[in-house]
């Protein structure tokens, strides 16, 4: 409700996209004039938003997310404390903290990492800087580069377990919980379509120790008669192993 009285109350709105801001204003009623402020005339739009924000307030939204978080906003929020006025965030969708909270990783906190580097040499080169951190890694990416990127996850990072949300907060909202290498394998014979970002599961130990760990849970999970469907997927969740492999685990463990 803040954020409608602030839209209809400030004279000015800059906008990523005003076709797509205009069915939300419309829907509300409210008339404010837009303008468009998005990444190809960002800094063209500097000077006339600094001389709009001498005399009155203007209000920044963004299409699908927030201002300055992989969208257009940081250099206009920078020009404007540099100029002395004061800046309100009244906060909206945020495909970041929204995919951090549904994925449920086990992790001290998060790097928001956003769009990697599109050439693979550097994209790799980013993911082996952030590849022993023990926190869980948030990524976006487009639909059309979803598969290389997560053929480069897996390269670098090995096969760990990654949440991957599609068109959050939207009508088509999906969430897949999966190893990397199950991933690969869906997204090489099924299209993406959409926005995605991904919740990669942090470094843990090495993977011989999390392997024995994983056995050592799925023996005791079968002696305590558990389901092997529910176990299998429990554990691949937990150890960042693929479905395939805990299943294997969990024939050895019933076995011993």
């Not at 939204?61 to 404007?80: K, Q, Y």
Request: hydrophobic share 40%; with cysteine.
């Amino acid at each position: 409700m803040r954020a409608l009285r602030a839209l209809r109350e400030v004279p000015l709105i800059l906008a990523e996209d005003t076709r797509h801001s205009r069915k939300l204003l419309s829907r509300y009623e409210i008339s404010t004039r837009l303008i468009s402020y998005h990444q190809h005339n960002k800094r063209a739009r500097l000077a006339l938003a600094l001389e709009a924000l001498q005399t009155h307030d203007v209000a920044l939204v963004t299409s699908a997310g927030m201002p300055a978080v992989s969208d257009p906003g940081f250099e206009l929020i920078e020009a404007t404390y540099q100029a002395g006025i004061e800046v309100d965030v009244l906060p909206g969708p945020s495909a970041a903290i929204t995919a951090v909270v549904a994925a449920a990783v086990p992790a001290p906190g998060f790097l928001f990492v956003g769009f990697l580097p599109r050439r693979p040499g550097d994209r790799r080169r980013r993911l082996a800087e952030v590849s022993d951190l023990r926190y869980s890694l948030v990524l976006y990416e487009a639909p059309h580069r979803l598969l290389s990127l997560l053929r480069d996850v897996h390269s670098v990072l090995g096969d760990r377990h990654v949440v991957i949300a599609r068109e959050l907060t939207k009508l088509h909202q999906e969430v897949l919980r999966s190893a990397l290498s199950e991933a690969i394998q869906r997204y090489s014979s099924d299209e993406p379509r959409g926005e995605f970002t991904l919740v990669v599961a942090p470094a843990g130990p090495s993977t011989g120790a999390r392997a024995e760990e994983a056995l050592e849970e799925l023996r005791s999970r079968c002696l305590q008669g558990e389901d092997a469907r529910n176990a299998v997927r429990e554990v691949a969740r937990k150890y960042g192993v693929s479905r395939n492999e805990a299943y294997r685990m969990w024939l050895q463990a019933r076995d011993i």
